[in-house]
């Protein structure tokens, strides 16, 4: 069966990521010029596209045959971080806006420099993959610049806690059914600079880039709030 397959740094791929950062753009622009109900209705609207379409594509999956417990449950570290984002978006969330925020953002971005492969015919999918993950990173950026979110204290900690019971959840389900959710149980097969070594060593990278990038997000707010309060005098 022939296949398309989009690699990072041509122009299919820059069409792509084009689109994306410019639609986002806008609707940034957007967001700082309106009122916050509008903002709302906007997140409204982004997270019930992104539920419906996480169910969209499990029920394809059914229709095309191709479902499967090991592969096809919604556990992959984007899908969780998405699910958080749809929550975020629909329910405003400040939890769910700190775990998007803190991981929602570093890992979905490694899928724009990682090459992905469809079958010809589904090119849908491509489009799916693309946009799910630029959604994923946009909500938490969208709640944080247009409607004011802040993480709050402490929440840095508290989120890693719960990435670490979701893993170790996520981990005993990839036992039972045999599945390699989140990578736990095996190395992805691709070419990364972080995807280094076999099991468990490789996992080290990961949590080292996902944790560096969470500190460095929280600091940037840290600093912010720094900020504020030197301009305002208050201490």
Request: aromatic share 18%; hydrophobic share 55%.
């Amino acid at each position: 069966m022939q296949s398309i397959e989009i690699i990072p740094g041509t122009f299919s791929w820059a069409v792509m990521v084009g689109c994306c950062v410019s639609v986002f753009g806008v609707l940034l622009i957007v967001g700082k010029r309106v009122s916050m109900k509008c903002n709302s209705w906007i997140l409204n609207f982004i997270g019930m596209g992104m539920l419906l379409n996480l169910l969209f594509m499990e029920g394809y999956l059914w229709y095309k045959d191709l479902f499967a417990l090991s592969v096809s449950l919604p556990l992959a570290y984007c899908s969780i971080m998405e699910m958080f984002a749809i929550c975020a978006a629909l329910f405003k969330s400040k939890r769910a806006f700190e775990f998007s925020l803190f991981f929602g953002i570093s890992g979905p971005l490694q899928a724009f420099v990682s090459s992905v492969q469809v079958a010809k015919g589904e090119e849908y999918l491509l489009i799916d993959y693309f946009l799910s993950h630029a959604l994923t990173i946009f909500v938490p950026i969208f709640m944080a610049v247009c409607m004011k979110y802040v993480p709050r204290k402490g929440s840095l900690l508290r989120v890693i806690l719960g990435m670490e019971v979701i893993a170790v959840i996520v981990y005993w389900i990839d036992l039972q059914l045999g599945a390699n959710y989140m990578y736990l149980i095996e190395k992805p097969e691709v070419v990364h600079l972080l995807n280094v070594g076999q099991w468990p060593y490789y996992l080290i990278g990961w949590h080292g880039w996902l944790y560096s990038v969470a500190g460095f997000i929280y600091a940037l707010f840290v600093f912010k709030r720094y900020l504020d309060k030197k301009t305002t005098g208050c201490f």
